[in-house]
């Protein structure tokens, strides 16, 4: 099956920094990246994601990339602000199932 | 937000007992799934569902089984609960299965004593 290694498990950042998390998959059959953010006591919810025939992504501050080559994509966040502080998880999926990464705890420091 | 409920939202149960938790969608989604969520392994997928008394396991299945008799209603039960189930357990539904959006539901946290 597939496995799906995310970097790092906790990230903090001063507010305004940029804030980057990057996930490998293994599966290379896998051909949609969604990105989810959980917030303490709530399901993850989707904020973006990105298909295999495409390289990259942007929505307002956030953005994702991928490299189908070597098997990563990253989570970028840009002038961060403390409501971005939460768990991200990111995942892949092939034709059955969803693969989720562990996880990063990112703190935004006012 | 999607119209998914899970209930109960929390249970504490004692080892050995029986545990249905119940995921009821309101989207009319073909797909439901019901994931595990533990410190350091992220979700990981326990059963899922394509369709009415379509199930299949998923990578933690050992322990769990499912049913899915109407389309809005997905259960997941545990025979007989074991301390290592002791979990916060969430349900998803998609219209597409793995080729899109996944939404889920508030999580449930089960505590097996």
């Known amino acids: 099956g597939e496995n799906v290694e995310q970097h790092p498990s906790t990230l903090s950042v001063q507010e305004g920094d940029s804030a980057v998390i990057k996930c490998t998959y293994s599966?290379?059959?896998?051909?949609?990246f969604p990105w989810y953010k959980q917030e303490l006591g709530k399901g993850p919810q989707l904020i973006i994601d990105?298909?295999?025939?495409?390289g990259e992504k942007k929505d307002q501050r956030i953005a994702v990339t991928l490299n189908k080559t070597a098997k990563h994509f990253s989570l970028h966040i840009t002038e961060t602000q403390p409501e971005d502080s939460a768990v991200y998880f990111c995942?892949?999926?092939?034709?059955?199932?969803?693969?989720f990464g562990t996880g990063t705890s990112l703190t935004v420091i006012p | 937000d999607a119209g998914i409920t899970q209930s109960p939202r929390h249970k504490v149960t004692e080892t050995g007992t029986p545990v249905t938790l119940r995921c009821h969608q309101t989207?009319?989604?073909?797909?439901m799934y019901w994931y595990r969520q533990d410190p350091g392994h992220g979700l990981r997928l326990i059963h899922y569902?394509?369709?009415?008394?379509?199930?299949d396991k998923g990578e933690v299945s050992d322990g769990y089984s499912v049913s899915r008799s109407k389309t809005e209603d997905f259960l997941l039960t545990l025979e007989s609960a074991t301390s290592s189930q002791t979990s916060v357990y969430f349900c998803?539904?998609?219209?597409?299965?793995?080729?899109?959006?996944?939404?889920f539901g508030p999580g449930t946290r089960l505590t097996v004593l």
């Open positions: 995942a892949a999926s092939n034709s059955n199932q969803f693969y």
């Open positions: 989207e009319n989604h073909r797909y």
């Open positions: 569902s394509y369709g009415v008394k379509d199930t």
């Open positions: 599966d290379s059959a896998s051909n949609y």
């Open positions: 990105i298909r295999s025939n495409v």
């Open positions: 998803a539904i998609s219209d597409m299965g793995t080729y899109n959006e996944q939404f």
